[in-house]
């Protein structure tokens, strides 16, 4: 980040504004909406900028700039139209460690005003450091259409209110909940709609009359498989919103890059057979964590109920009494196959399909391989890799044709994304010595011979 964005109590100071034409209007009309001493430096002044100064007693005058202003001002603006003098003030202002913002010179400057979505007491900034001013504004549009006009008054309402909730409402957690409730809900609307006597005696009534407890909760969340287009609004929303995040290995950090910016991250990695957190110990800390009065979001890769042990998360919760949500993910079978051109049913091919885990304990799977040899089904394995061979031996041993067709999709649904076909007989050798990175996905069925025509990316 080359400019930080902070917001400036301009109360009582003084701002130096050498220039007098175009470029310093703007910015005086800008700096007219604090309450900052404002001097305006500059021989001539343009009629925007006398107007300006008749109506506001604000503004002050002086024509011809000296270094010597700098002493007793707090902030600087050069807009001069002249570069080599602009350049010359924000040097001699830098030497006095004052901030200086030379306009449309963001290089020169050691501030820069940002796009401002005014909702006064709320103000939203935009900027993109200086480089481009057009899709700033862009992006102040696009704000300014969805933030409504009343937000402002929506905010002022809510802090009018808030020592009263503060009182009804000691712990922060309750408070959190009460304001989450009422921001979003009905009293916003009704300020929204400009029927504030309403809207005021409906939180008023609420303070009094509603419950909250200061207990923390737990969202049990499924990220999807990788590509963080494919995570819900529900998934999006409850990251945007938790004050710590457990997250798995599979977790990409396209995704954990979507959690809250203030959000404690902790990485409780699941790498096959390298376990950073037993289980055991995520269950508990997921509880302790809610305990504490936090919101705890459990993000995990794909559908925390497939193969994810979200299950056995839950169950612990429920035992210690936590609150929870479950919202589901795309799991890699249907995110893969997808995004590998796979359809994981089809009329002509498959009428049902089986998720099945491919991990293997001591080297052996104890599993039903008779059924799994079946006309017309496709078999996803997850965690396959390492037992593949085994998998495709067996497979064949219970009668499954050798020509059968196999998929392996690596890193499915992310830049990354390899996908290598062959079949029962031959994928173990097609894979050798290929460099294939975790996790991958295993399909076995007719369907797999469709990518041919339907892979897509
Ligand atoms: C412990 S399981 C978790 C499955 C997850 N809960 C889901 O619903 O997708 C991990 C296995 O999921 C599969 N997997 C998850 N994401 C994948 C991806 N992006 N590409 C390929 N396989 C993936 C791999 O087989 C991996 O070994």
Redesign the pocket.
Known sequence: MEFLPLFFNLNGSRVLLVGGGEKAARKTELLLKTHAQIVLCAEILAPALQQLMAANAQISHVQTYSPDLLEASDLVVAATDDAEKDAAIAAQARLRHLPVNVVNDAEASSFIFPSIIDRSPVIAAVSSSGQMPVLTRLLRNLLESTIPPAYGRLAELAAEINPLAKKRFPEVNQRRKFWERHLEGRFAELVFSGKEVEARQLIEDSVKDEEYSNEGEVYLV?A???DPDLLTFKALRLMRQADIVLY?R?VSPAILSLVRADAEKVDVG?E?ANHTLPQQDINELLVTLAKQGRRVLRL???????????GEEIDRLADAGVPFQVVP?????S??AAYAGIPLTHRDFSQSVRFI???LKDNTCDLAWQDFVQNRQTLV?????VGLPVIASQLVQHGMSPEMPVAL??????PG?KVITGTLENIVDTIKGQDIK?????IIGEVVKLREKLQWR
Do not use: E, N, W
Request: with cysteine.
């Open positions: 499924g999807g498989p990788g798995d599979l699941k096959r995990k890769g794909g559908d925390p109920f497939i193969f994810g042990r979200g993910g795309i799991t890699a079978a995110g893969c885990t491919g991990h394995f997850y965690m396959g890799l999709v690596s890193r499915g649904t992310t994304q975790a996790p991958t996905l295993v």
